[in-house]
């Protein structure tokens, strides 16, 4: 069966960094589409980067610059660096894969698999 497991947060004053890790698993394949997504305490969820099944790697404008996407050796594992941690960053963070090959990582619509989510807080 198909799952996703995210680990890697907690807090840190602002300007501090985290490395957030996600694995996506199935008995046989990797998946095509991994994306990580951001729910601030009472808001919306929103994207925050992904990478598809060509390693094409993409990020919202809010993150350019202070987050990096990376994959591990395993081509399943999927890794968000956050530096320069704010504020508005808090809230809790999703990682989502999906093996559809027409997948559009940037797309919230385009997963069927997420995690259970990890909580980010960054103090003032």
């Known amino acids: 069966q198909r799952h996703v497991v995210e680990s890697g947060g907690g807090s840190v004053e602002a300007g501090g960094s985290l490395r957030l890790s996600c694995t996506a698993s199935?008995?046989?394949?990797?998946?095509?589409?991994m994306g990580w997504f951001h729910q601030p305490p009472g808001k919306e969820r929103h994207w925050v980067g992904a990478i598809d099944g060509d390693d094409r790697i993409s990020y919202a404008d809010s993150v350019k610059g202070r987050f990096t996407i990376s994959q591990g050796r395993a081509k399943n594992i999927l890794y968000l660096h956050m530096s320069n941690l704010k504020p508005e960053d808090t809230g809790m963070y999703y990682c989502a894969a999906d093996w559809n090959w027409a997948c559009v990582a940037s797309n919230d619509g385009a997963y069927k698999y997420w995690g259970q989510g990890t909580q980010v807080t960054v103090s003032a």
């Open positions: 199935d008995v046989a394949f990797n998946p095509y589409c």
